[in-house]
């Protein structure tokens, strides 16, 4: 039986191609077991198709990405809802471009006049000296803009949820919010707990690699097609599977240009673009190492794709920035490399190649590390929160 609590969760969501879609159909979906959720979700132009978890908490779309409107048409449907907590899903460019960003601290303060707690989670911080802008004049504006953005939406707030110790360190001492750093709560990304392992594995020569995730600029998915070319020198009958599509808020130029070049390569590389759940959980029992792209160092944030793939007992190199050194330790449970160096990458996919103990060694302490962060122990943490705030307590 269901809490008497109703939260209104703003977010995107499925078939809306972006990690914070994912991640919020997976946390509401467990959350709605519990309490009641109402999503208001963003309007979307494909063909709008049945999530799972849309039978656990209702959808409703009534905002568009890019809209100068979406603040006014989020609060008239909260006013409408009267819900008992408002939780926000924040990302840069979440709700649309740059004129959207801007207008978020505006979407806050309409919500604070229903009197209701409001609660964000913000899944990006920008860390120090960041790279916004080609034009070092830009790129300042920009900077002081996020300075100033960031400040003002954990002011706002009633509670701000981050996903690692490292975020919550980066708000107070870099945004100097050391007054409010009583409201900034860390509540990890959940992880999936793993699929049935399949009955049949194939255990021939053949080592499989496997990336996935989103296909963007800021994962140097070039550098591992020019490691894999010198790893595949000494495993010639190596394979490498690269799982992923082009992220809602990118261009199409870098993903096009990247499948053109795929397209290119020999046959041992095979880029699948998206896939169902079913296939990813079966390619994933099926690699012997699961690699995961970045060379994104301005971000601090945490990695869906390492949830996704945490709990499989799997060995993982990923690469040397802020949203996997937050939770990783290099060498005890992931091999950490500067991505833009394929000369060092393909060095470490030789290294788990050849030492089948040592990937069973990582996989393992993986897969412990994260063994308490599946989505329904992190659901019940947002409950607990939701309930703290509605109390006082």
């Known amino acids: 039986m269901r809490e008497a609590v109703k939260i209104c969760a703003i977010t995107t969501w ?4 972006d990690g914070i879609s994912l991640y919020s159909a997976q946390l509401y979906g467990h ?8 999503i208001l979700a963003n309007i979307v132009d494909l063909r709008e198709e049945k999530f799972g978890v849309e039978k656990k908490c209702e959808v409703v779309r009534c905002w568009k990405r890019g809209s100068v409107t979406y603040p006014f048409k989020i609060f008239s449907r909260v006013l409408a809802e009267k819900p008992d907590i408002i ?11 740059k004129i959207a960003s801007l207008l978020f601290p505006l979407l ?23 790279r916004l802008h080609e034009k070092n004049a830009m790129n300042l504006l920009a900077r002081m803009a996020v300075i100033f953005l960031t400040r003002i939406i954990v002011k706002l707030s009633t509670r701000v949820i981050v996903h690692n110790n490292l975020m919550r360190e980066t708000l107070k001492n870099l945004y100097s919010l050391h007054r409010e750093c009583w409201k900034i709560l860390v509540i990890p990304h959940g992880v999936k707990e793993p699929a049935e392992k399949p009955r049949k594995i ?5 080592v499989r690699i496997l990336s996935l995730g989103f296909v963007r600029k800021s994962k140097g998915i070039e550098y591992l097609i020019e490691a894999f070319k010198t790893f595949s020198a000494v495993y010639p009958e190596s394979a ?8 809602a808020h990118d261009d199409e130029k870098y993903f096009e240009l990247l499948r053109k070049r795929l397209r290119d390569r020999a046959e041992n590389i095979i880029f699948t673009g998206f896939v169902d759940e079913e296939t990813l959980d079966k390619l994933v029992w099926n690699s012997e190492i699961i690699v995961l792209p970045s060379v994104g160092g301005y971000f601090v944030e945490a990695s869906g794709s390492l949830a996704r793939v945490a709990m499989y007992g799997k060995p993982i190199i990923c690469g040397k920035v802020p949203k996997f050194r937050a939770d990783l ?20 996919l030789l290294l788990l190649a050849n030492d089948a103990n040592l990937r069973g060694i990582i996989g393992r302490n993986l897969r412990n590390k994260f063994k308490d962060r599946v989505w329904s122990k992190v659901a019940e943490q947002h409950i607990n929160l939701f309930r703290s705030v509605v109390t006082g307590t």
């Open 202 to 206: 194939f255990w021939d020569r053949r």
């Open 87 to 97: 939780h926000l899903q924040h990302g840069w460019f979440l709700y649309g471009g």
């Open 329 to 348: 330790e290099d060498g005890k449970d992931c091999i950490m490399v500067e991505f833009n160096n394929p000369r060092k990458l393909a060095d470490a």
């Open 14 to 17: 499925p078939p809306h191609p």
């Open 31 to 38: 959350i709605g077991e519990k309490i009641e959720v109402k």
């Open 240 to 247: 490498l599977i690269i799982v992923g599509g082009r992220h």
């Open 108 to 130: 806050l303060i309409l919500l604070r006049l229903t009197g209701k707690p409001i609660i964000v989670t913000t899944h990006t911080i920008i860390g120090e000296k960041p």
